[in-house]
């Protein structure tokens, strides 16, 4: 094991000569989410859903279509 452990450590070790060492970034800087077209047609979809919850605490999504129809 220790054998391929030292030679896990050597591939390393040359991929960071090659590629230069890992960038780290702040942890702390928040994450920009950017909204394509993919995104905006999935909350399009969900929009047409409420989400429910039970008595026992399970959720489940229901259309609102339904739950005008229920009213």
């Not at 960038?23 to 929009?47: C, G, I, M, N």
């Not at 989400?51 to 959720?59: A, F, K, N, P």
């Amino acid at each position: 094991m220790a054998h391929v452990l030292s030679g896990f450590m050597g591939l390393t070790e040359r991929l960071r000569f090659f590629f230069g060492p890992a960038t780290r970034l702040d942890a702390d800087t928040p994450v920009v989410h950017k909204h394509d077209e993919f995104e905006q047609a999935s909350e399009e979809d969900l929009s047409h859903f409420v989400v429910e919850t039970d008595s026992t605490g399970h959720h489940y999504a229901v259309r609102r279509e339904d739950l005008d129809r229920e009213s």
